[in-house]
Every structure is written in C-alpha cells, then in structure tokens.
C-alpha cells in the first residue's frame, strides 16, 4: 500500500519548470517583437532622408531634386527646381548637412537638418510607397504621442 503514495506529486516539479520556461520565452519573444518595431518602424524613412542628404553633400542636386519627388524635366508644381538649388544648393553647402533631430508621426517621418551658416531645416518623408518629400509643418510632431527618448534623457541626466 506504501507505494501508492510514494508516487504522488512527483512530475510536479518538472511540469513547473516547463511552464516557467514557456512563460520565459514568451515574454522574451514578446520583448525581441517590441523592439525589432521600434528599430525598424522608420527604416525606409530614415534611409530616404540619408540619402538626400548624401546627395545634397556631395552637390549631386538633380538626384536630390528626384529624391524630393521631382524632376527637373517635371517639376514639383509648387516647388520649382531653381528654388531647390536657392534652398539646398551651393550657396547653401559650406559644410556638409546633418541630421540634428527627428520626430516619427503618425502619416510622416520629420528629420531637421541643419549645415554650419544656414538655419534648421525641416523636412519630411513621407509614409507613402514613393516616399515624397517636403518641407514639415513643423520641427516636430503636433499630434498627442508618447516621448520616450525625451523622458529617458531627462531621467537620466542628458539633453533633450
């Protein structure tokens, strides 16, 4: 009779275990998810404005105005390829354009520019298939979002 009850709990253990490890794993797989989100969110947006700002620094200003969503044989209705040159071209690149911020909204990406001897620039990409671009509304969003790299600078003592 003893050995009916000696038995009793014995794969309790192991069945515990296991349920910790499927619950790690989850929440691991849930964690990898968030991030590869936020670090991929706006890739294509942040390549475009890298790309017409390496187009820009290195005075290839027809590829720019393309990158803009023009054509100097069909130029943007409201922004002509003569005032492109007058905004971007070289008179206006002494030293080479950088990206000083960016702000991600919800139908475009935001990237101020900014190149030693001109004002901050604010352009905008587009979360469209051609991602067309243009000057933004403003240096920053206007719609309610969350500030994380705000607030993370803040808490901990950097710029913001």
């Known amino acids: 009779m003893g050995g009916y009850l000696q038995t009793y709990g014995a794969g309790e253990d192991e069945r515990i ?3 910790k490890r499927i619950v790690l794993v989850c929440l691991a797989i849930i964690v990898l998810a968030i991030v590869a989100y936020f670090i991929m969110k706006d890739r294509a947006e942040k390549a475009k404005a890298r790309q017409f700002l390496a ?13 803009w969503g023009c054509t100097a044989a069909t130029p943007c209705r409201d922004y002509s390829y003569q005032q492109f040159l007058e905004d971007w071209g070289p008179k206006k690149t002494g030293a080479p354009w950088k990206i ?17 001897g001109s004002d901050l620039q604010s352009i905008m990409v587009e979360r469209t298939a051609k991602h ?29």
């Not at 911020?101 to 030693?116: A, G, K, L, P, W």
């Open 17 to 19: 275990r296991l349920i």
């Open 55 to 67: 187009d820009i620094n290195a005075h290839r200003y027809e590829q720019a105005y393309r990158d």
């Open 100 to 116: 000083a911020s960016t702000d991600s909204c919800r139908d475009f990406y935001t990237v101020d520019v900014e190149n030693q």
């Open 132 to 160: 067309d671009m243009g000057f933004a509304p403003a240096p920053e969003c206007q719609e309610r979002q969350w500030r994380w790299g705000q607030f993370f600078h803040r808490l901990f003592g950097g710029r913001a």
